[in-house]
């Protein structure tokens, strides 16, 4: 009998037993609905093979894709104090800062790595929508400026992917700040001469949006993304008007000129790279393959009008008429003409008629800047 209890029933149970499913199994595409196995999502880089939609893609599994083999080091990004404004709404901040971390494994919204791409040194930042949206924070604006500063020490191209709802309001101000730093961090890459190349992902949207994601050298965006400042419903309600079919998503913004291209993440990497190694060896010097430009040959007809080029008259203006034609030509009167150069004082003449009613301090007759007020 205990042979019975301890071995038959135990085994009994665990097969009549209901095995959980996990939750992510299966995932649905929100576009058209269809049910996807995860690992096949997974292995075909979380777009889905129907609706060609792009789903969202955690930090390191971004930086995976990016870097050769997967292999990637860490940056080391600064701690910030948690709740510097004790901010509470229906729960206290740190609660949700500590859900946020339990659920993604992240301490904030933005991971960095460096590594190589097709043998390209890199630094990359990533912001990950799963922490709280990928609201900007002050842990989220000192990992972006480290980011960008460790490319300056590494001599490297850096590489954004953006994905954020904007500012994080439970940080008030301290994160509105972020957008100036963040901006001045833009700035030394490229005092420094290195590109800054920005994947706008959906969505990208409010601060982030007004601050470093669209302060790149070059603007990729994946298909679909919803890129913007306020979102589409508060404009509307604001406006009282319909907006165009696919306003602010990135094949909108790619026909009106926001953003570069528009790259299907199978070829994302492929482009980041022939970008960073193209920009990399124009800034240190070095030629580029370039393929050479071929000149067609023109051919001059023999007969013209059914004249023949060996039938027409020498031109009868000798050398030094041509001399005395050019000397005469530099006149100060000769203004706008094609022929002659204009002179200072035209020019300075012209800028004042043009823009003598702005707001700016304009050009006199003797091209200085006139004391005169505007409108005056």
């Known amino acids: 009998m205990n042979w019975i209890n301890s071995v038959v029933r135990p085994k009994i149970r665990n097969i009549l037993r209901k095995k959980e499913v996990p939750d992510n199994l299966w995932v649905k595409c929100p576009e058209t609905g269809q049910m ?124 954004l992917f953006a994905a954020s709802g904007g500012a994080r309001m439970q940080e008030g101000i301290l994160s509105l700040m972020q957008m100036p730093r963040t901006t001045v961090a833009v700035q030394e890459l490229r005092e420094a001469g290195l590109p800054y190349i920005v994947v706008l992902t959906n969505p990208t949207t409010g601060g982030v949006t007004a601050s470093y994601a669209m ?14 400042f306020a979102g589409p419903r508060v404009i509307e309600q604001t406006i009282r008007e319909q907006l165009p079919v696919g306003f602010q998503r990135s094949e909108y913004l790619l026909e009106h000129g926001m953003v570069d291209m528009v790259v299907h993440r199978h070829q994302l990497r ?36 059914g004249v023949s080029a060996k ?17 005469k030509s530099h006149h100060p009167a000769g203004k706008g003409n094609g022929a002659a150069p ?22 006199s007759g003797n091209g200085q800047q006139s004391d005169r007020p505007p409108n005056a």
Do not use: W
């Not at 972006?144 to 191209?157: E, F, G, L, Q, S």
């Not at 302060?215 to 913007?228: F, Q, S, V, W, Y």
């Open 36 to 159: 996807i196995y995860y690992k096949d999502l997974e292995a075909n880089g979380f777009v889905v093979p129907g609706s060609n939609f792009h789903m969202r893609m955690s930090g390191e599994v971004r930086l995976k894709a990016l870097f050769d083999r997967g292999v990637f080091e860490p940056i080391a990004l600064p701690d910030v104090s948690p709740d510097p404004l004790k901010f509470r709404d229906e729960r206290r901040y740190t609660e949700r800062l500590k859900d946020a971390r339990n659920k993604t494994g992240l301490t904030d919204a933005v991971v960095a790595g460096e590594g190589t791409l097709d043998g390209q040194k890199v630094v990359s930042a990533v912001q990950d929508f799963a922490f709280m949206g990928g609201s900007l924070g002050r842990a989220a604006g000192e990992a972006v400026v480290t980011a960008m500063r460790t490319a300056v020490n590494r001599k490297a191209p850096f590489i």
């Open 270 to 305: 492929e482009t980041l790279s022939r970008i960073c190694h193209l920009l990399m060896e124009r800034e240190s010097g070095r030629q580029v393959a370039i393929p050479d430009v071929v000149t067609p040959e023109v051919s001059v007809p023999e007969g013209m009008n």
């Open 215 to 228: 302060l790149g050298d070059i603007h990729i965006a994946e298909p679909g993304a919803l890129i913007g």
């Open 311 to 327: 039938d027409m008259p020498d031109s009868s203006i000798a050398v030094e008429d041509g001399e005395a034609m050019a000397a």
């Open 342 to 363: 204009i002179s200072g004082e035209a020019h300075a003449d012209d800028e004042a008629e043009e823009g003598g009613t702005d707001g700016h301090s304009q050009a």
